[in-house]
Every structure is written in structure tokens, then in C-alpha cells.
């Protein structure tokens, strides 16, 4: 362990490794503690979709600035990254859907983000595989895809060079007031704690509402070409939202390996890690309607994660007002890959007193007491 780290952070996970960058960029001394290895959680088990989202404009500007993180970073990230800029369509099926490609196409022209509708004509010359006919879709050309494991190892990577600490299978037992416990009973201390335990965040700090939400994904073999670009039915966002039932949405991204990574689920009150036959069925029937060839073709892998998701769908970033020392970033949903730049440069800033280079107010960790204190 680092003699006397600065801080000690909780989790490597996208977002723990890169707070611990950003905060050894500052000239901090970090620690980053993990009870399993580098992005043993929702991390390694993602799609790696860096995405805008429109949601909300609190989330619209969270993904926005960390996306255009991400964009900076590009030619820095080495190609096991496999950084794609493959961009995104949002993909129409009627009428109603292609009302809401022109809403959200406003949306962000408004706010900056380059984006085409595409009719019909023009959306099956660009993705010639999709069922016909479709209505068209928004290309949100911005967007791209990242390999998450590689990217979080990359952000430890350059924080060790910069001398923080990397220190796994060791589990975090208590996490306040300056003092981190471990379970083999081995006692640290920093001036600043950062709580990056994923969908474990709530446990190590009690008050915080984190909590689970399962999803599937399921990997193809190599069929290089046959998608140009990821692919999101406009019905996801209506799944996203569900709080009450189990979903499944049509998304799917194309590998720079030519595989096909399908996607995904959406439970909650799930705790068992299982694939779930039903549920993958179900995801690969709603990926057949837009996809007909997968008929064809040979999964290889199926898996499950966990994305940590909060009630209002915004992610904790910021200091714990029961405990001076101590700061949570965690909540990310599933936006967390996305988001992980954005949300270390904001704990950095506020770790260090400086200014944050985004309204911090939509993700401070204190919403949830006040939402708790008017019921
Ligand atoms: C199926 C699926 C698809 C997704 N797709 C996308 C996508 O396309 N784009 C996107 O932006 N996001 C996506 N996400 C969301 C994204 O994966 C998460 O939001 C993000 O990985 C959260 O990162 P994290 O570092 O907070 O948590 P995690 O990656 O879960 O890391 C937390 C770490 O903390 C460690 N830990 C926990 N408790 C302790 C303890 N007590 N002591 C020590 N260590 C501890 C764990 O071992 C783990 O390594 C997806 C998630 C899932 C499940």
C-alpha cells in the first residue's frame, strides 16, 4: 500500500479507475482498493456504449461532456481500447417513432450534437441488413463503442505511472471517516475516501439508495460487416424507464472483432448472476424483428451484470454530507462506461476545491436525503 495516500478509493471499476487518473493528474496520491480485479463488476460486464442521452437535461449533460472526454482521448487510448466511432441510430419503426426521431432531433441539434434523420430509403442503404421496411432513424454520429475492461485497465494504468496504488482481492469491510478497513483487518487512512463500489456502494455507505438492476447480453461469432453501427430501437428508452416490470430492448453493437454483441435486459429484484433462458429468448425474438439474419447466425456467449442504478436515474458524484471525508461515485446505471470521465473530472474538482467544469447540483449524493426527508 502507498505510504500515506491522499485517497483511498473504493472499487476499480470504470468509474474508481477513473477517478484515481484524474485525481493523480491533480498530484494526488491514490489508492485504489478492490475485492476482486479491475473491472470485475458491471464494467467488464457492459456493451461499452459511449452515448448522448436525452432523458433528462441533467443527464443530457453528463453524457454530452464526458462523450466529448471521451472523443479527447481517442487518439491516447491504446488499441485494445478499440475505440470505434461507429456512431449510433436510433432506429424508427412507425410513424409515432419516426415523431420521436424529429423531437429528439431537435433535441440536440439545439444543444450542439450532430445528428441526420434518415428515411427510409436512407437508413436501409446505410444498414442494409434491417428488417424492410423500417420508418427511418436518427444518426447521432458523436456516439461510439469501447472495449470497457481495456479502457478502465488503461485509466490504472496511467494513474500507477503517476504513482497511484492498485491493490486487489482485498474487500473493503468499512469505509468512513478517513479510515478504510479491509477484511483481513488491515487499517488505512486518507484524508478522503471515495466510495466507486458499483452496485456494492450502498453497502459500504448506508443511506445511499443503490441497487441492483440485472441485464443480459449474448455475443455472436465473427460476421464482420454486417452492421455499420450501433443500433438502439427507439423503444428502449420506454424500457429504460419501466421501474415495475422486467424489459427488453432491441440494441446491438458491432465488435472490432466482426462479432455481434445483442443487447439487452433490463430486471430488478433479481439477485441470482444466472442467464435466464426466457429472457434471453425473449431479447433475441425483439432482435429478430429488426435483425432477421441473426436467424443464421451462431451465439457464442451469454452473460450476465449488474448495472448499479439510483431512483431518479442519475448517478451519486460528490461528498457525503454524514462524513467530511468521505465521497460517492457511484449510481451510473446504465451509462456508467460513458460517464466515467465526466464523473472523475467532477469528484476531482471536488476533491481539490476547484471549479467544476459542469453543474455538479442534479448529482449530488444530498438529493437523496432531501427526496427522503419529503417522503
Ligand atoms: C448488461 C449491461 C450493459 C451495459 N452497457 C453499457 C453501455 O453500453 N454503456 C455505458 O455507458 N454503460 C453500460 N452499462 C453500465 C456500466 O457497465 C456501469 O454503469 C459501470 O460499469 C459502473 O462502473 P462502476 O465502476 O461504478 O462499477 P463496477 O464496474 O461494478 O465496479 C465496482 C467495483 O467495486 C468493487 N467492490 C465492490 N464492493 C467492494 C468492497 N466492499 N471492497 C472492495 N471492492 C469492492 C467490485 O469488485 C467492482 O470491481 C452496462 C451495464 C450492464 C450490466
Known amino acids: ?17 477513473a477517478c484515481a487518473w484524474e485525481l493523480a493528474k491533480s498530484g494526488l496520491r491514490a489508492a485504489v482498493i478492490d475485492q476482486a480485479f479491475p473491472a470485475a463488476g458491471a464494467t467488464g460486464a457492459s456493451m461499452g456504449h459511449i452515448v448522448v442521452m436525452d432523458d433528462s437535461e441533467e443527464q443530457f449533460a453528463l453524457t454530452r461532456f464526458s462523450q466529448l472526454l471521451w472523443d479527447e482521448l481517442r487518439d491516447e487510448l491504446p488499441s485494445n481500447v478499440e475505440f470505434d466511432p461507429c456512431g449510433t441510430i436510433w432506429v424508427a419503426v412507425d410513424d409515432e417513432e419516426m415523431a420521436e426521431v424529429q423531437r429528439k432531433c431537435a433535441y440536440y441539434q439545439a444543444r450542439g450534437v450532430r445528428t441526420e434523420i434518415l428515411d427510409s430509403t436512407a437508413l436501409h442503404k446505410v444498414e442494409p441488413s434491417l428488417k424492410t421496411p423500417m420508418a427511418g432513424g436518427l444518426l447521432v454520429e458523436g456516439d461510439s463503442v469501447v472495449y470497457p475492461p481495456a479502457a478502465a485497465a488503461f485509466f490504472l494504468e496511467r494513474a500507477t505511472a503517476l504513482g497511484a496504488s492498485v491493490h486487489l482481492g482485498e474487500r473493503v469491510s468499512s469505509f468512513a471517516h478517513g479510515t478504510a478497513r479491509l477484511a483481513d483487518g488491515t487499517i488505512l487512512h486518507a484524508s478522503t475516501l471515495i466510495n466507486a463500489a458499483g452496485q456494492d456502494a450502498a453497502r459500504l455507505t448506508p443511506g445511499i439508495q443503490v441497487r441492483p438492476r440485472k441485464g443480459h447480453l449474448v455475443i455472436t461469432d465473427r460476421y464482420p460487416g454486417m452492421i455499420q453501427h450501433q443500433l438502439v430501437e427507439l423503444g428502449y428508452l420506454k424500457s429504460a424507464h419501466l421501474v415495475t416490470a422486467d424489459s427488453v430492448a432491441f440494441n446491438i453493437q458491432p465488435r472490432a472483432t466482426g462479432q455481434l454483441l445483442i443487447g439487452s435486459s433490463r430486471q430488478y429484484n433479481v439477485e441470482n448472476n444466472q442467464a435466464e433462458p426466457s429472457i434471453v429468448s425473449q431479447m433475441l425474438q425483439r432482435a429478430l424483428k429488426y435483425l432477421p439474419a441473426l436467424d443464421s447466425l451462431s451465439a457464442i456467449r451469454v452473460w450476465t451484470g449488474f448495472r448499479p442504478a439510483t431512483p431518479d436515474n442519475l448517478p451519486l458524484i460528490g461528498p457525503w454530507s454524514e462524513d467530511p471525508t468521505l465521497s460517492v461515485a457511484a449510481g451510473h446505471e446504465g451509462l456508467g462506461i460513458t460517464t466515467s470521465l465526466g464523473t472523475a ?4 474538482a471536488q476533491v481539490n476545491g476547484a471549479a467544476v467544469p459542469i453543474p455538479q447540483e442534479p448529482y449530488l449524493p444530498s438529493r437523496q436525503m432531501i427526496a427522503e426527508d419529503h417522503g
Open 1 to 17: 500500500m502507498t505510504a500515506s495516500p491522499d485517497v483511498l478509493i473504493a472499487g476499480a471499476g470504470i468509474v474508481g479507475a
Open 345 to 348: 473530472k467532477l469528484i476531482c
